[in-house]
């Protein structure tokens, strides 16, 4: 391996954002995203309209993202890409784009698996977890808890067993009437509210995996039998209603972080994935790291939601590692941790 700067365009498309990000020898010098607006008039993301607009914004996304980083194709070590899980035809735009480039510019190419690399934007910036570390996971299609002994070597230890935590977040602002995305509009109310007003279950799931089939059932008929005898019951009572909700969240998330520490012994615990810009969740994950002194990491906020800036760290270390792709490497929606 050559002295030279180790400088690395990465491409993010799994989903709705278009991004783009240069790292530079493991620092990030730009994170360009992309934010396609068509969605919220149909009250969540449309595939097809998801691909078309990444065709029309990846070009000038990564652009932006080598003008920013004062970066000149020609010095572009590799070119990576989102290769799983997300909306297929989402993923193909970036990986066919990124393919591309990196056989036009005889360079690697290399290919992220979308979760891990949230698990690593925890690395981008200073402090960083030492490992091993554990890592709670959570974003609207994923809730895990990953056990990760160092960049490239990672285990899920626990996972959801039906909806994710950000789909909870979602669906009860949707039977809420809150507009998408609603995750974020729980976030804004609850901070007004009372999180004791309401009572919402707690799935007793074994070992360490997570459910939320069952409270976003709980909360749906707790809407309908209230709306019932008020119609007005949800307006008048939203911030009250949204704390409730995201309070027990929050609670059926950390009490298996909490489960995961207590049976590995590690106090090395970060959180990543859109989910962990909720203020609430941040909060008490500060307060009980507080409580059970353990070191706890959280990426910023542009780190935490679908950005390139985590595929170009974890492309950074499956550099260093050797670890290239195929130019025959096909996206896949769904595919499991290598």
Not at 5 to 22: Q, R
Not at 221 to 246: H, M, R, W
Not at 263 to 275: H, L, P, S
Request: charged letters at 15%; glycine letters at 8%.
């Amino acid at each position: 391996m050559s002295n030279s700067p180790i400088t690395i365009l990465a491409i993010e498309s799994s989903c709705d954002e278009t991004a783009a990000a240069v790292c530079k020898d493991g620092q990030i010098l730009s994170n360009i995203i992309a934010t396609q607006k068509v969605h919220e008039q149909y009250g969540g993301v449309v595939p097809e309209l998801a691909s078309r607009a990444h065709i029309q914004n990846i070009v000038p996304t990564a652009g932006t993202a080598l003008k920013t980083a004062s970066c000149a194709l020609q010095e572009v070590s590799a070119v990576a890409f989102t290769q799983s899980p997300g909306l297929i035809g989402s993923l193909l735009v970036g990986s066919q784009f990124a393919k591309s480039l990196a056989w036009s510019l005889s360079v690697p190419l290399i290919a992220v698996h979308h979760m891990q690399a949230h698990v690593l934007a925890n690395l981008i910036d200073m402090p960083k977890p030492s490992f091993p570390f554990l890592c709670l996971t959570v974003s609207g299609g994923h809730t895990q808890i990953v056990l990760c002994r160092s960049p490239l070597d990672m285990q899920v230890i626990g996972e959801t067993i039906d909806d994710a935590a950000g789909e909870a977040f979602d669906k009860s602002a949707k039977l809420l009437g809150l507009p998408y995305p609603g995750g974020p509009l729980i976030d804004k109310y609850a901070s007004m509210g009372n999180p004791k007003r309401f009572s919402f279950p707690e799935p007793q799931v074994p070992g360490l995996d997570f459910s939320f089939s069952g409270l976003k059932t709980a909360i749906l008929y707790f809407l309908q039998d209230n709306t019932k005898t008020g119609p007005g019951f949800v307006t008048e009572n939203l911030n009250d209603i949204c704390a409730s909700i995201q309070s027990r969240i929050i609670s059926i998330l950390l009490n298996k972080l909490k489960k995961a520490c207590f049976e590995t012994g590690i106090k090395q615990v970060c959180i990543a994935g859109g989910v962990s810009a909720n203020s609430g969740l941040r909060k008490a994950f500060a307060g009980m790291g507080n409580h059970y002194h353990w070191n706890t990491f959280v990426p910023k906020f542009e780190y935490c939601t679908d950005n390139a800036a985590m595929i170009a760290i974890a492309a950074y270390y499956k550099y260093l590692a050797g670890d290239f792709a195929p130019l025959s490497t096909s996206a896949s929606a769904r595919a499991e941790w290598s």
